[in-house]
């Protein structure tokens, strides 16, 4: 999965880029991240036509 990323340099400068999410089929639920080193954030990806 990408995802945007905004970040700034060493100067601080603000930049935008992509960052390449790995994502594993999770079952019915869809792709799942696995957890990143943060506070907790999952990316979650989904067909449309999916009924939870």
Do not use: C, W
Not at 19 to 41: A, N, R
Request: aromatic residues 10%; charged residues 20%.
């Amino acid at each position: 999965m990408i995802i945007p990323r905004i970040y700034t340099d060493e100067s601080g400068e603000t930049h935008f880029g992509n960052v390449d999410v790995p994502i594993k089929d999770s079952g019915y639920i869809g792709f799942l991240s696995e957890t990143l080193p943060v506070t907790g954030i999952i990316f979650r990806e989904t067909p449309a036509d999916i009924q939870l």
